[in-house]
Structures are given as C-alpha cells and as structure tokens.
C-alpha cells in the first residue's frame, strides 16, 4: 500500500527532467530566432533603423553590417550603406562613413538616394575640416591642411550640378559659400605671412589668386590691400596706386586706406606659431 500512494510522485519524479528538457529546447529555440544570423531581411533592417532612432549609433552599425554580409543584394542591402555611413558619420567615424558611402556611390551611380549619398559625402568631408582640438581652442580651420574643405567643396558641387532641383541642394549651396570663403581666408593667411617675411613677390601672387578665384568673398578687400602694399613695397607706384584706388571705389572703410604703414596688425608671437597651411 505505501508504494501505491508514492507511485505517483514517483512519475512526477521522472517526468520532470523530461518537461525540464522540452522547456529549456523551446527556449533555446526561441532565443535562436532572436540572433542576427537568424533574422529575416525585413527584421534585420528594422532593427537597425530603429536602433539608429534611438541614437545608439554602435549596436546600429553592427546590425547593419550583418544585413549586408547575409543579404548581399537587393533594395535592403542599399538602403542599408547609406544608413549605415549615416551612423557611422554620426559616430564621429569619419573615415569608416566616407569610405561606406563612397563604395555607395561607385557601386550605385543610379541609385534613386544617389543625391543624398553625395550630399552625405560632402557633410562627412564637411565635418572632417575642423579637429576636436581646432574647436576646443577655437582656431580658424583656414590655418590648417585644407585637403578635407576641398574633397566636401566638390561633394557639394557635384551634388548641386547634377541633381539641382534636390532637397538637399540648397544646403550644399550655403555650406558651399561657406567652404568658398575658408579656402579664400587660407590663401589670405598665406599672403599675410609672405608679406610679413619681406616676401613681396610672393604676398602679391597669392593676392592676386585670391581676387582672380574668389571674387564674391570678403577676404577680396584684405587681398587687395596686400597687394597695393605689396606693389608699393616693390616700388610700383603706379600700380600701388592703382590698386588702392580700385580697393577705395569697392571698400571705401578699409583701414589700410586710413593708414597703410599700420596695416595689417600682426597676431602676437603665440598666434604666429599657429601653422598656415599644410606647406608652411
């Protein structure tokens, strides 16, 4: 009798580990479908975009580089490398977004976001101008290299040449004016710098360059001076005095009109060891 009454929780006993067993491969099966080696197309991409709403740019990237390595082909997979440049970009991984949606672009001339791969590109190549350590001391980009204000100076142009009536292509103007008159003030810190070491040939070339190419930017007036000083300093009268004329009709409140001995004020000693350019 007493075995009959435990006969019963003798067979729970033994179909426990069984219901264990079913419990932990149904569980095990369910979280297998959770992994990004098991998603489907559709899933993959709507996890990463929407961890890219969220801002978590990293675990974004990661689903996305998964999703093209398993899906090579096909509107995901392109609609995947621009958003994944895009995160990059937005990672401050200049290099790893630039190169993304530069394969972009090569790979899909055509492809209907094409504008936007350009216009990212020159956002990239835009942002890329100006280092952490450039802002924290709020040096002027135009002292430095100007290699990355160049490449997003004709992303930009691009974009706005073939594909004008685009969204995008009325920021890219603006940012363009912008890039314009930073190449300009490069070439003006150069003239300075040459017409401050007695370089008077030299200051008048880069001068003239920047009235030839960069004639709609403010840094025209400053170029104009230092070429009359130039001139004069040359002993080219006549031509100094030319120049000064044609900088009084176009900016008649320019201090090196008022008094040309004392133009331009050179920046202090620390402001000097500041490089000019890549080459000086």
């Avoid at 040939?201 to 840094?219: F, M, N, T």
């Avoid at 000097?272 to 890549?278: A, C, G």
Wanted: aromatic share 12%.
């Amino acid at each position: 009798m007493p075995f009959r009454r435990s006969a019963p929780l003798l067979k729970i006993a033994l179909l426990l580990p069984l219901l264990l067993a079913v419990g932990a491969c149904s569980l095990f099966h369910h979280g297998k479908k959770e992994t990004l080696n098991n998603m489907t197309v559709e899933q993959l991409y709507q996890r990463a975009h929407t961890l890219s709403q969220d801002s978590n740019w990293g675990a974004a990237e990661t689903v996305y580089q998964k999703l093209i390595s398993r899906f090579p082909y096909g509107s995901y997979n392109e609609q995947s490398q621009i958003e994944l440049a895009y995160a990059q970009y937005k990672d401050d991984k200049y290099d790893d977004a630039y190169s993304t949606i530069n394969e972009f672009i090569k790979t899909y001339p055509t492809q209907k976001h094409v504008a936007y791969a350009y216009y990212l590109r020159g956002l990239i190549n835009f942002d890329r101008t100006e280092s952490g350590m450039q802002k924290l001391a709020k040096i002027s980009p135009s002292r430095f290299d100007q290699g990355y204000v160049l490449q997003s100076f004709d992303d930009f142009n691009t974009l706005v040449a073939r594909y004008p009536t685009t969204r995008y292509a009325a920021d890219a103007r603006q940012r363009m004016i912008y890039l314009r008159n930073q190449l300009a003030q490069s070439e003006l810190n150069v003239a300075e710098y040459y017409l401050q070491r007695k370089a008077y040939i030299a200051a008048a070339d880069r001068a003239k360059y920047i009235i030839s190419h960069y004639q709609q930017s403010p840094q025209t007036a400053d170029a104009l001076a230092v070429l009359a000083k130039s001139y004069h300093l040359l002993g080219q009268q006549k031509l100094a005095e030319q120049t000064a004329q044609v900088l009084k009709l176009n900016y008649p409140d320019h201090p090196y009109l008022r008094n040309p001995n004392r133009w331009p004020k050179h920046h202090s000693w620390a402001w000097r060891l500041i490089p000019l350019t890549s080459s000086h």
